[in-house]
């Protein structure tokens, strides 16, 4: 389901249009896995996945594309100042790593028969623990 937001300026000037799409996005990784960036300023590093946003289809890796906040004190014993943390960045520059190799690798789900999916590395063969 998409949805359009129109946001008028002063008078009677352009609308403007913002377009959000409000489906769920298929993420091949998971909080906890470890990846390695593969596009952007990042490329190379790895890290662990902190979190995931199904909706806008990124993923927040430890160590990766940090930012810059000013950040003001909220409570007197708080302190102001510069505080770095890492960004979201899109799930598509990362990739899981091979638990057996340790180098960048596709995902492939295989179902089991009682009926659980379980994850396949596609270099080796070899299962990929989920990881909570």
Do not use: C, W
Not at 34 to 48: A, L, P, Q, S
Not at 67 to 96: D, F, T, Y
């Amino acid at each position: 389901m998409r949805l359009l937001i129109h946001r008028k300026t002063a008078g009677r000037r352009a609308v403007v249009r913002h377009v959000i799409n409000r489906e769920r996005v298929h993420i091949h990784v998971t909080t906890g896995d470890t990846v390695r960036v593969t596009r952007g300023e990042d490329k190379g590093k790895e890290g662990k996945v902190l979190r995931v946003y199904p909706k806008t289809g990124r993923v927040t890796v430890e160590g990766v594309n940090i930012v810059k906040r000013h950040r003001k004190a909220r409570r007197p014993e708080e302190q102001s100042g510069i505080i770095e943390h890492p960004a979201p960045i899109h799930a598509s520059n990362v990739m899981l790593l091979d638990p057996k190799s340790g180098r960048p690798t596709r995902v492939r789900v295989r179902i089991d028969d009682d009926g659980t999916k379980e994850r396949i590395a596609a270099a080796s063969g070899e299962p990929i623990p989920r990881s909570r």
